[in-house]
């Protein structure tokens, strides 16, 4: 017969099946803009950084990892140890980015630590923000414009319709 322990501990691991992703393999992630770079930590707790690949295809970002499952341990009486309660989720892990335009794809960068993965993706130098200089017009070019316009009315007042010039 089952105890009201029993009954609250099974109702209390559906409650929580039904609060997780349906793949139980998330990778939570934090995205923000550094000046000139995007930065990306993802937590793959656990993960064997040999596992980790990131593809670029295109305009998408690819991560894939996987977190292998523990083997239940030997009992120091030489057989194996039974799970009580097993809710780490194990397999293998992926998430795809789409990536914008004005990124250098080429000079992303990833580093894994303390089971974070931080990726950097530095803006292309094409969509960074700059200045447009102003060239100020010489005032001597505006001089002379305005002497071709007033040598032009003199010669067209000196000229007398019939004067035979």
Do not use: C
Request: overall charge neutral.
């Amino acid at each position: 017969m089952a105890t009201s322990m029993d009954l609250f501990r099974d109702f209390d691991r559906f409650v929580n099946h039904l609060a997780r992703p349906s793949t139980g393999l998330s990778m939570p992630m934090d995205l923000h803009r550094d000046g000139d770079k995007f930065v990306a930590k993802i937590d793959l707790p656990g993960v064997d950084p040999e596992s980790i690949d990131i593809d670029v295809e295109d305009r998408s970002l690819t991560v894939r990892a996987e977190r292998k499952a523990e083997k239940s341990a030997e009992s120091g009486e030489g057989e194996q140890s039974q799970w009580v309660m097993r809710e780490r989720s194990y397999g293998t892990y992926a998430r795809q980015l789409s990536l914008g335009r004005g990124l250098d794809l080429s000079k992303i960068e990833a580093d894994y630590a303390d089971g974070v993965l931080t990726l950097t993706i530095p803006v292309a130098e094409e969509s960074k923000p700059r200045k447009v200089q102003v060239r100020h017009s010489n005032g001597s070019a505006q001089v002379a414009r305005r002497l071709l316009i007033y040598l032009g009315g003199l010669r067209r007042a000196s000229v007398v319709p019939g004067a035979g010039v």
